[in-house]
């Protein structure tokens, strides 16, 4: 975690250097000194970014690291310490005052740097082992990891992939050589499998030569080769002794012309593969090579004609079979057990890992119901507790193999509750606040893209994705490697978690806080006196001034916090002393207005709270010169107002609240800067529709999402101001949401019939608009065609009450690009479409649709067509479903995937698209 700290370090001091920075005034007569500074430590950066490549001494380069972290620490507190007392001096005396301090923090600082840059230096070239860096954890030997191929008892479960690897190994084309990939996270079952195919009789008479070897992250190719040949021939001294080049040679010789299946188990690098497959003769007869890995970018690179097996999680009926074939060798068991042992091994989410070690624990205790619930209600503990930890020691080879940039956007899982699911878009802002990603660039892309490493690792869990299938919606970890991410982020001192089970304090040095309700408590999550109970000592804490050094509170950096009351006001607040404090998730607490004590938190740039009221901001907001991304939840009744000083937020790339009000821009700011804009900004959601002018819009040009939301009757206050055409020039809008809500209006109000909104042309809306969703809006089908001209519309969501009207005719080269439709809570009765009015068309969704009885049979034709989902519709629709499924397959097409569901939550369950800003 040294690498975070730096990487922090260099963040901080990169915001204070760009041209758009608030805080440049402040840093300018140090502009030189930063900038100096940034190049020393961006080269500790670089050599701790490539440590994990080069041969080092192992504890010469753990006391390091444990240096440069705690150098980063204390460097980067005396540069927000010294801003801090810049920004809030009260007079030039001290102002110069705060100046000076600053200037010999950082000379301090620099000092410092030059020490550790010797330090480094010193051990970059010394030879010696690599090694984990996570204490409870240590890898294997690859005479550990070398699986016993004398296979005594089946595997449970994996059928389907057992029987699909046998096809693969021994059909298919022979006259190449194939690699195939098994791929999975670690514990999941690879090995196992590629045993099973390994000794299954049919591949012992397909093959000639079988060879097993097990490469690991450190791999040695001549070991590699001497473990293949022992699989081939009787090796003697004379073997061991040949140098790598001839034992290359040898094992070409002894598998040449004949049929081979090869085994490369554990391999974790496209480097690994290429040094190892050049080794291997090709003699287009069959032969087969079988891997396994926990990358997937490894298995597409070694795969062979997109030959790859993603290994997931068991289900509910696999997991109890594989759980009771362990626990009870097969035998007979008591009844009383089985409902008990099939929430254990439900608990253990799919991982035969961790089936396996708890079933095989169990079957040596004692058999009794009230031992078996005590597991199942703290399986966690149960499994952590192993004292040979061999599930976080299988799991912690992935950690430790990751790339340092990697390690602390995996360990940030930790700050969430177990089991949680997580929204990407949550999780992004965080990383960016932190200070994990360059200022530079697309800052949420690049979040993305290390998220995306992390699944492609096996190490973190897709759960939902975008319409398009494009995106990640939200994600999710396995509990062990949850509790892995605690253990190393909670040892490195990075990670406090406050829960009603938990007395102690932080220590000194803690950087995140997370306030949780522990999972074993059946207290209620509103109960305020619980609340009040787990967060006393840390109040009192916040209360304590943290001049001192020893302080716990003094290096704080951000507080999440989970399962709150609701609170009338906000007297409760204490945040006077947070002095560093750069991430405050407080979205499970309410306010009854804004709370003043956040406005000294200068350095803060993330902020989120709830609220069921409606309320001004004050313009003290504009102090919060870092704030990045600002959410303030709540009712659909809930309204915000923003001062005029809002615009002074230049860093701002977030800004999200239920509706809103957006002034608009001074002519002038309070420095005479002119023409104030969010250069930064990446989304806005929920702003009113009068705000859509084009002063205000001209200000979000680089916007890529704009949620409008408002009342139906706060849409036609200008008929100036509501003309959407100035979306326009919003040149990188890539999504629009437009809401309008229609509460405590008469059904019988004209208002009530009437579309708010008026559709421009395609002319008037920005070209790299993408996706659009409808919601309220009452538009008719007619002006939906309108909406067909927009050339690069991939998704169009029209949930409940976006259209009006019984028919809708399509018009004939509209929707040229649409790939995902969405029709909800409509009174559409006729669709009279054809395949050309949505050629591209790859998923179609129905909800709620109770008069619309059929799909056009024409969309048999639309060859794209993947997925049809109905969610409480009529029978007459579903019918029409299968018409055009016998069609397709009459035609000699693969018929549409159809999957029809009678409520949400099963809808949710089968991973059908939600629909969460």
Known sequence: MAYASIASLIRTMELLLTSDSPMLSLTFDHREEIIELHKKVSSIEAFLKNSEKQISDYRAMTELEARIKGFAN?????????????????????????????????????????????????????????????????????????PNLEVSNNMVGRDKEKKRMLEELKGGSKDELKGIPIVGMGGIGKTTLAKQVFNHPLIQSHFDARAWATISKEYNVKEILLSLLQSIINSDDKVYSRDETELADLLQKKLKCRRYLIVIDDIWSNKAWDDTKQCFPIDNNGSRILLTT???????????????????????????????????????????????????????????????????????????????????????????????????????????????????????????????????????????????????????????NRLQDLVDRCLVLVSKRSADGRKIKTCRIHDLVHELCLREA???????????????????????????????????????????????????????????????????????????????????????????IRVLDLSSMYFSSFPLQILSLFLLRYLSFSTRNSFGIPGGLCRLLNLQTFIVRGPVISFIKFPELIWETTQLRHLKLRNFYLPDPP??????????????????????????????????????????????????????????????????????????????VSHWSSRFHKSPVYVPSAIHFPIKLKKLKLVGTRLSWEELNIIGQWPNLEVLKLKPNACRGLEWRPIGGRFPQLKFLLIEGTNL??????????????????????????????????????????????????ASTVLIQEEQESLGSKAVDVRSYNDSAECELNGSDSDSD
């Open 667 to 744: 002519s002038s700011s309070i420095d005479g800067e002119t023409n104030l804009f969010w250069p930064n900004i990446q989304s806005v959601s929920g702003l009113f529709p009068y705000c859509c002018t084009k002063k205000i819009l001209s200000r979000f040009q680089n916007i890529k999402k704009l949620c409008i939301r408002g009342h139906v009757c706060d849409y036609g206050v200008d008929e100036e101001d509501m003309d959407l055409c100035h979306l326009v020039d919003l040149h990188q809008l890539e999504t629009l949401s437009i809401k309008v809500d229609r509460y405590q």
């Open 294 to 448: 926990r990358h997937t970018e490894v298995a597409i690179y070694a795969s062979s004609s997109n030959l790859l097996l993603k290994m997931n999680l068991m289900n509910s009926d696999e997991s109890w079979n594989l759980f009771k074939s362990k626990a009870f060798a097969n035998k007979s068991f008591a009844p009383e057990l089985e409902t008990i042992g099939e929430k254990i091994a439900s608990k253990c989410q799919g991982l035969p890992l961790t089936i396996v070690m708890v079933a095989g624990l169990l079957s040596k205790s004692k058999r009794t119901k009230k031992e078996w619930e005590n597991v199942a209600e703290n399986i966690k503990s149960f499994v952590t507790k192993d004292p040979d930890e061999q599930c976080l020691r299988v799991l912690g080879l992935s950690y430790n193999y990751l790339p340092n940039d990697l390690k602390a956007c995996l360990l940030y899982f930790g700050i969430f509750p177990g089991d949680s699911e997580i929204s990407v878009k949550r999780l992004v802002r965080l990383w960016i606040a932190e200070g994990f990603l360059k200022v530079e660039g697309d800052l949420e892309e690049e979040a993305e």
């Open 829 to 878: 009765k006729c669709w009279k479409a054809t395949n050309d009015h949505f050629p591209a068309l790859e998923h179609l969704v129905i909800r709620h649709c109770f008069h619309l009885e059929e799909i056009p049979i024409e969309f048999a034709d639309i060859y794209s067509l993947q997925l049809i989902e109905l969610q409480n519709c009529t029978a007459k629709l579903l």
């Open 74 to 146: 204390v460097a980067e507190d005396k540069i927000e310490f010294g801003l801090r007392e810049a920004m809030i001096a009260e007079d030039e005396m001290q102002r110069g005052k705060a100046h000076e301090e600053l200037c010999e923090s950082l000379q301090r600082v620099a000092k410092d740097i030059d020490r550790v840059q010797k330090e480094s230096k010193k051990i970059q070239h010394h030879k010696g082992s690599q090694a984990s860096t996570l204490s409870l954890l240590r890898d294997t030997s690859s005479s550990e990891k070398l």
């Open 490 to 580: 909670q040892s490195q001192n990075f990670l406090f978690i406050r829960n009603d089970k938990t007395e102690s304090v932080p220590r000194v040095g803690s950087r995140w806080i997370s306030i949780q309700k522990s999972q074993q408590t059946d207290v209620e999550f509103q109960d305020e006196h619980w609340f009040r109970s787990l967060t006393h000592k840390l109040c009192w804490l916040i209360r304590t001034p943290t001049d001192d050094d020893k302080s716990p509170l003094r290096r704080i950096r951000s507080i999440f916090l989970y399962a709150a009351p609701s609170f009338s006001n906000n007297s409760n607040l204490e945040l006077g002393h947070l002095n560093l």
